[in-house]
């Protein structure tokens, strides 16, 4: 079993920072690709930032400058450092990994649960 689990999201005034965790369990032999999209009300999931298994990094247009993705492959953890947050940064965000499992070796695509982010004052 392999599981990600999200966490980091809150409440926070615009200008505001925000780090969110993204952690992963279970049977993994590996984390390949992680990314992080999010979605607002009424709107698509978007790509926010991802970070490969070399730790390659790429950002959307519209967070460029703004956030930064990390991983710490020791904790089977990746980041996303949330500085100078705009109201329309509100969204629900996810975190998804392809995860090579301990056991088969295989590889899968695995969504979290979300946590939300609000920027509000």
């Known amino acids: 079993q392999v599981q990600l689990v999200e966490s980091g999201g809150g409440l926070v005034q615009p200008g505001g920072s925000l780090r969110l965790s993204c952690a992963a369990s279970?049977?993994?032999?590996?984390?390949?690709?992680v990314g992080w999209y999010r979605q607002a009300p009424g709107k698509q999931r978007e790509l926010v930032a991802i970070?490969?298994?070399?730790?390659?990094?790429n950002y959307a247009d519209f967070v460029k400058g703004r956030f930064t993705i990390s991983r710490d492959d020791a904790k089977n953890t990746v980041y996303l450092q949330m500085n100078g947050l705009k109201p329309e940064d509100t969204a629900v965000y996810y975190c998804?990994?392809?995860?090579?499992?301990?056991?088969?070796?295989?590889?899968?695509?695995?969504w979290g649960q979300g946590t939300q982010v609000t920027v509000s004052s």
């Open positions: 998804n990994a392809n995860i090579v499992r301990l056991y088969t070796r295989t590889s899968g695509n695995y």
């Open positions: 279970g049977n993994i032999f590996r984390l390949n690709d």
């Open positions: 970070v490969t298994v070399g730790g390659n990094t």
